[in-house]
């Protein structure tokens, strides 16, 4: 039987989510947007597109419009400008799935053209089977699509999977899937919800290392 470490990217295997936010927010202020945090957290761990929905809803359409544009420039060339910081215990949790046999795979909201040029910068690359990105499903978090294709792409119905999450929409849709999740709390604390349809919430994906070799995750 496969055993598959489905990770997140964003906020769980990178500190990217504030950068995100901070290029969003700074982009809304100069189109005088009323952006708000409150706001953007109820996306996070969703695909752009549907974030960009909601603000159509939200906020004048010629805005959005140009919000779309200009803050996705301000996101890539943050982003893109240096390799973002590694969450603790990355690269010894991914050295160790990798010596042992598991599959691993990223399951990203993020458009696929970036997880690969964020793999890349970082030297990550080597340590996944695949990935997949959010330009690549039709249904984005909370909705299970993503996280389905992923296992495909490496596994099949009998592979023994865990999903490594940070965000509340990718906990339902790893719940939603029927595989075990374990979140690791970024910008989004655990909910009541999150705790009951999680396997555990860890601290660091140090702490998952620690539970894979002792506790018999699989």
């Given amino acids: 039987m496969n055993k598959i470490v489905v990770f997140d990217m964003d906020g769980l295997m990178?500190?990217?989510?504030?950068?995100?936010?901070?290029?969003?927010?700074?982009?809304a202020d100069a189109l005088n947007i009323p952006f708000d945090y409150d706001f953007y957290q109820n996306y996070i761990g969703a695909k752009e597109s549907d974030f960009f929905e909601a603000m159509f809803r939200k906020y004048s359409r010629s805005s959005v419009q140009q919000f779309i544009i200009e803050s996705k420039k301000n996101i890539e060339a943050r982003l893109l400008s240096k390799p973002p910081a590694l969450k603790k215990g990355l690269i010894e949790l991914l050295a160790y799935l990798k010596e042992n046999g598991y599959?691993?795979?990223?399951?990203?909201?993020?458009?696929?053209?970036?997880?690969?040029?964020?793999?890349e910068m970082t030297d990550l690359k080597a340590y996944f089977d695949d990935y997949i990105g959010g330009d690549e499903v039709t249904r984005s978090k909370p909705h299970p699509q993503i996280f389905q294709k992923a296992v495909q792409l490496v596994g099949d119905e009998q592979s023994d999977v865990l999903i490594l999450e940070d965000s509340l929409n990718g906990i339902r849709a790893a719940y939603s899937a029927g595989f075990k999740v374990i979140m690791v709390p970024d910008l989004v604390q655990p909910t009541e919800e999150a705790r009951m349809k999680t396997l555990d919430i860890c601290e660091n994906l140090e702490e998952i290392l620690i539970k894979i070799k002792s506790e018999n995750l699989f």
């Fill in 103 to 119: 599959k691993t795979v990223v399951a990203s909201s993020s458009e696929r053209k970036l997880v690969e040029q964020l793999l």
């Fill in 14 to 27: 990178f500190d990217t989510e504030p950068i995100y936010y901070k290029a969003n927010q700074e982009t």
